[in-house]
């Protein structure tokens, strides 16, 4: 009986330490279950902090000083023409010349009427003296002398029509040849010898003057007020250095003025549009071309900078992620102002002694936790690179 017992209790103990052993196993999985997160590997800058030019910054399109289209003045065929499309011609130059024929014999047919009124007008000058003497002798009645008088009168008359007709014919015999109005460059579209021009309708060729050129562009209203008392860093008055930005990136090597400013502001967008002259002895700056507009406004002491890409949007509002000293992220609003380079001017949320995080904010939330590998505004360049070659 006692073997029987004793049996019972060696089984209750093994039973018992199974149980236990199972129970620290199950507790061992769930912390499998739920590791710890890992850090988020990024990159920082701290946020920069130094006296910067307000650039304001507008996007622009380039225009002809002059541009007409060269219509034709009379009709007929183009019998001459004398440029290449793309050329640079001179004021003056003769362009097209028109089918003369018939503008000749018009202007030959004038000078004839021209000639027979000149003599009908002789003789009837001659008939009113001789009338007007004789009234005076009282050997012609005042009737027979008013007549004379009158005829005169309607040949000088004559006179005056068939001398303007001439002239017509004269002008119209000069417009079979077209001149360039001004000095400038003409399109490759001209119409070609062949074709028939229709007085008043018909368009040869586009000619533009682009020496110096316009670029036009738009400002808000407080921009506006704001530059119109602006100076540069050197003293000079902010709308009278401008600069422009091609499409290539490349700065413009000549400055800019304000030439034209347009008489109110639009209705429909609340800014006003200006035109700025630009000389182009080159002839680098086309038509249609596109060109961002640059104007400094003073310097701002201590303005906070930072990076563009380090910028998240979120529902139309501007977030930086600034790492703590916990090696945590706290999420920001910010509102950004000018750009400068490739960097953002801060106007609020920023006191200027943040680290924030530049690249890898992809992969954050509020309060993640980062690794971070300071940058430096050097590096900007550098990272700019890479990520256009991957």
Known sequence: MFD?????????????????????GIAGCGKNEQPQAAAVAVKSMQVIKRDTPMVYDYTGFVEAQQEMNLVSQVSGQITGKYFNGGETVQAGQVLYSIDPRTYQANMLNAQANLANAKATLANAAMDAERYTRLYEQSAVS????????????????????????????????????VVAPFTGRIDTTALEVGNYATAG???????????????????????????SSAHDNNGQASLENLSIILSDGSTYELKGKVAEVNRGI??????LTIRALFDNPQRKLLPG??????????????????????VVELMYKKFVY???????????EITVGPI????????????????????GTGKLRQGSQVTAEPMTEADLNTAETQDKQQ
């Not at 071309?289 to 380090?310: C, D, S, T, Y």
């Open 4 to 24: 029987f017992i004793g049996s019972c209790k060696a089984k209750k103990t093994v039973a018992a330490a199974l149980a236990l052993g199972l129970m620290m």
């Open 142 to 177: 005042k009737q027979t002398m008013d007549n004379a008088i009158m005829q005169r009168d309607q040949a000088q008359a004559s006179v005056n029509a068939m001398e303007a007709l001439l002239r017509n014919a004269e002008i119209d015999m000069q417009e079979t040849s």
């Open 201 to 227: 309708q018909t368009v040869l060729a586009t000619i533009s003057n682009t020496n110096p050129v316009f670029v036009k562009f738009s400002v808000a209203e407080p921009e506006y007020l704001k530059l």
């Open 266 to 271: 639009s209705d429909n967008t609340g800014t």
């Open 289 to 310: 071309m596109f060109a961002h507009v640059q104007a400094i406004g003073g310097v701002r002491e201590n303005a906070l900078l930072i990076p563009q890409r380090a």
């Open 322 to 332: 600034v790492i703590g000293d916990d090696s945590k992220v706290n999420m920001k």
């Open 340 to 359: 400068v380079g490739r960097m953002y001017m801060v106007e609020s949320g920023l006191e200027g002694s943040e680290n924030i995080v530049v690249e």
